[in-house]
């Protein structure tokens, strides 16, 4: 498989994932970083860290919107709920890295 491929189909894996993520708004981001060690801030983070090693400008709310397909904080006011403390404690001993 050439570089090319590679890349489209490693995009098209992304845009995937990233329309799951938007369906699954029951799906909290503390339990994801609690079973995989990321959320959707982080694919947010690696987009922006990807823009800015291609001297792209981006900012943290721009690449934020591109993962939730809103503005974060419409997102978080209409899908995010309170952690409870099981979900906590849980990342708290997990210290994930974020």
Known sequence: M??????ELEAAVYRRLVEHLRERTDVQNIDMMNLAGFCR???SNWMKDAADAKGLAM?????????????????RAKH????????????????PQH
């Open 59 to 75: 900012t943290k709310d721009e690449s934020r919107e591109i993962v939730y397909g809103m503005p974060y904080d419409e997102w």
């Open 80 to 95: 995010q709920k309170e952690a409870s403390p099981a979900q906590q404690a849980a990342f708290e001993k997990a210290k």
């Open 41 to 43: 801030n982080c694919l």
């Open 2 to 7: 050439d570089d090319k491929t590679r890349t």
